[in-house]
């Protein structure tokens, strides 16, 4: 089946290669508000609105926070809608992210990952997508620009899953991946719509079904809608495995919900998500020709965290380190995705010594080198058995 | 509370699938102070009728003669079902015709 789809490669970046998968997927509905470095992608929806390429209604707001809301809307009304932003936006967007997730609106949203102010910053780290981890959005880090265009429209699927019916954000990193044009096999429109069809699987705004969104609830009730919320997460994991398979037979490509690379014999390993995965990667075979048997887990999806399945992809590996690129300020340990990982671990009976890195903070450089010596570390470690206990802060001047 | 539906029978989101169920709120249940309409000192200005939020005081069609011999076709009554006890009626009206009277002594 595969080999009967016509492969047609454009040269994107990540920005474009969401707005192709948006056009794909005949969007209804799409309202933004530009920052950077996302703006490419809306300006591209734009563009194709425009030469009446899409037949979408742009809704052009004065805010990240309208944004969102006027997507919610439309998901409301049974539209199929987009939006996009990053940073500042994100965090502007934050009490309607919980809006979204609780009224159970199929929305997807691009992330063009950058820092947070202050001071200013508009290069890359993950510190606006933490942010938003307990907003109840499914979310994934990619990894290069043909796997983020197959995610924005494996989100979709995920989204619109009558068990799920939660919004989805797909992250990848600013500048790095946003900015950076690489070879991508658009997937066609007819193809896309088999994939994920246009079907209003959600409760809907009807004038001849009249029905009320957006209440109030008193103690008696919102816990109970809480709780539909974190069924709807259990189930999301298991529509993100079903939409990734699904996509791998109709297209020749997929990717789990989290990656494994030289894992099978590694002894150490690193667990990092989005364009970090490249470097660590190449790093891995470095290592190994330097006597550390390295291996890499790129995570895929970072909500629902599939932890059954990083627990038994890690399950011979006697070090395990973390590469964040955010700081939970006052943490335990300051690494958010180490905290989560080392919670998967104390409840499994597999306890590989653990360690967390800081890196690429406000995108500063890290070198395959600096990877490579993360794994050397990680060799020390799983020699004395014991972790560093803190952070380690790679590359900061100290 | 145990009566009231599981997690899984509810509609998701918090949707409400029955339009015009709020009226079996009860909003009354909230009060502490009711108000009393004495009337015979009311001159159905109507101001409490149009200064009420919750539109708990209703214009009634009903015929009343004050003591002093007055008669009037309207009478205005509260709604306890949705007056939560605000006193705004209390506090607006001309004639000090309305006392608001706590519900527990």
Known sequence: MAQQLLKKKLALSSNYAVAYAVKALDVDVIAAYPITPQTHVVEKLSEFAANGEINAEMIHVESEHSALSAVIGASAAGARVFTATASQGLALMHEVLHIASGMRLPIVMSIATRALSAPISIWNDYSDVMNARDTGWVIYFTSSAQETHDTVIQAYRVAENPNVH?????????????????????????????????????????????????????????????????????????????????????????????????????????????????????????????????????????????????????????????????????????????????????????????????????????????????????????????????SIYVGVRA | MSDLPKWYELPPGGIILEPGSSLRNKTGSWRVIKPIIDQDKCVRCRLCFLYCPDAAILEVDEEYTTKAGRKYTVTYKVNYDYCKGCGICANECPVKAIEMVPEVA
């Open chain 1, 166 to 390: 939660l919004p989805v954000m797909v992250a990848y990193d600013g500048y790095i991946m946003s900015h950076t044009v690489e070879p991508v096999e658009v997937v066609e429109k007819e193809d896309a719509l088999r994939y994920a069809p246009k079907k209003v699987t959600w409760p809907r705004l009807d004038p001849d079904n009249p029905v009320t969104m957006g209440t109030i609830t008193s103690p008696d009730w919102y816990y109970e809608f809480k709780y539909q919320q974190v069924m709807a997460m259990r189930e999301a994991l298991k529509a993100a495995e079903e939409a990734d398979r699904v996509f791998g037979e109709m297209f020749g490509r997929n990717y789990g919900v989290a990656e494994g690379f030289m894992l099978e014999d590694a002894e150490v390993a690193l667990i990092t998500m989005g364009a970090f995965a490249n470097t660590a990667k190449v790093a891995a075979v470095e290592a190994r020709k330097q006597g550390v048997k390295a291996g890499v887990l790129r995570l895929r999806l970072y909500r629902p965290f599939p932890k059954e399945k990083i627990v038994e992809m890690l399950s011979n590996v006697s070090a395990v380190g973390v590469v964040d690129k955010a700081i939970s300020f006052g943490a335990p340990v300051e690494g958010p995705v180490f905290n989560e990982v080392a919670g998967a671990f104390y409840s499994s009976d597999h306890r590989p010594v653990l360690a967390s890195f800081i890196a690429g903070i406000g995108q500063r450089t890290v070198l395959v080198d600096d990877f490579v010596s993360m794994f050397k570390k990680l060799q020390e470690y799983a020699k004395t058995g014991r972790g560093p206990g803190e």
